[in-house]
C-alpha cells in the first residue's frame, strides 16, 4: 500500500514518504465484482504477488463499472416490456440502448483517467497511516486556515451572479479514525435556491498539512434531497483521508485527496505558486494555483488559487467556465 508516514522536518513542515504494506482499499460494491472478475479460485491477487496495485484496482473499478452499466440496460428493457404500445416501446428500448453505450464509453473513459493516474502515483497500494496523536486541534495552515466562526463567501462574478456558495466553518466536530476533525458547512445556492449542503471533515497534522476525513453531501432538487452521491467517511469501507492542503506545497506535487474506489477520487496537483489574482476580496499575488481532477469524472478539471492567510480566492471550471470569487470574508 501507499503509507503517507509523516517525517517532521521542523515544527512547521513534513516529507511525505511511501512504504509498502498489505492492501487495505476496496468497497463493497467493488469488493463484490472484483471477485467475480479479478480473482480465480486458489490463485493470489496480481498486487499480492508484487503487482501493481493501483493498476489492480482500475481494471477492477473498470469491470465493476461495465457490469453495472449492463445491470442497468438489462432492468431498463425490463420496463420497457411493460409499454404495450409497440411505437413507444421500440424508443423505450432504442433510448436503453444509448443509454448503455454512453454508460460504456464512461467506463472506458474513467479506466483511461485511472490508469494515467497511476503512472504517476505508482504501484503501490494506498492506505494513510493515521496517528490521533499526530493531529491538532487548530487548522492554521497559511493557505487554508479553518478557523471556527469565520465563513467565506463566494459568488459566480462573471456569470449572471445566479450562483453562490458559502462556507462556514463551524464549532462542531466530528472524531474519525480517532482524530477530531474540523466540520466546515458547504452549501451552494442557485438563484436564491439552495441546490447542494455539504458537511466536510478536515484535521491539520503537527507538520501542518491539512487532511481531507470526509464528507456528507447531499444534492438538492425542490428542497428535497434526491442524492447522496459523493459522500465518505475515512475508515468506512476502506476509505481513505488525503491531504487536502500540503504544508509545503511544491510545483509538481501530485496527490489523493480523497480516496474511495468509486465514489471519491479527487486528484490535485501543484502547477504554480507565482499567481496574481483579483477578486472583490482584494488583489494578491505569489498565490498558491492547483489542478484538481477526479477519474470519476474524467472531462472535468478545475483550477484553485489561494493566498496566504487568506486561503481560497477562486475555483475556475475550465469546463462550465464557472468563476467563483471570493467577495467577502466573516468572522464571529
Known sequence: MQTIVLTAKNARTADLRIQHASNGFRTAAVLAVGLAFLFNVGKQPAWAKGGDAC?????????ACTAGAKSDYSLALGI??????????????????????????????QSAARQSACSRLGSATFESSINPSN???TIDNPLMPLIPGTTFVYVDQPGTGNVSNLVT??????????????????????DGVLSEDTRDWYAQDTASNVWYFGENSQELVDGLPVSLEGSWTAGVDGAQPGIIM?????VGDFYRQEYLLGTAEDIAEVISF???????????????????????????????????????????????????????????
Open 135 to 137: 493531529f491538532v486541534a
Open 246 to 250: 500540503e504544508a509545503n506545497p511544491t
Open 274 to 332: 507565482s499567481e496574481s489574482v483579483m477578486v472583490p476580496f482584494g488583489s494578491f499575488n505569489n498565490c498558491l494555483k492547483t489542478e484538481e481532477t477526479s477519474p470519476l469524472e474524467p472531462d472535468a478539471l478545475e483550477h484553485k488559487f489561494y493566498a496566504t492567510g487568506v486561503g481560497n480566492l477562486l475555483t475556475i471550471d475550465e469546463v462550465t467556465g464557472e468563476h467563483l470569487e471570493l467577495v467577502q470574508v466573516i468572522a464571529e
Open 169 to 190: 466553518v463551524t464549532d462542531n466536530t466530528k472524531v474519525i479514525l480517532g482524530v477530531t476533525c474540523v466540520e466546515v458547512h458547504d452549501v451552494v445556492f442557485v
Open 80 to 109: 420497457c416490456a411493460n409499454i404495450a404500445d409497440p411505437a413507444a416501446r421500440k424508443a423505450c428500448q432504442d433510448q436503453a440502448k444509448a443509454d448503455l453505450k454512453d454508460a460504456q464509453q464512461t467506463c472506458k473513459d
Open 55 to 63: 493498476k489492480a484496482s482500475a481494471k477492477s473499478a473498470s469491470k
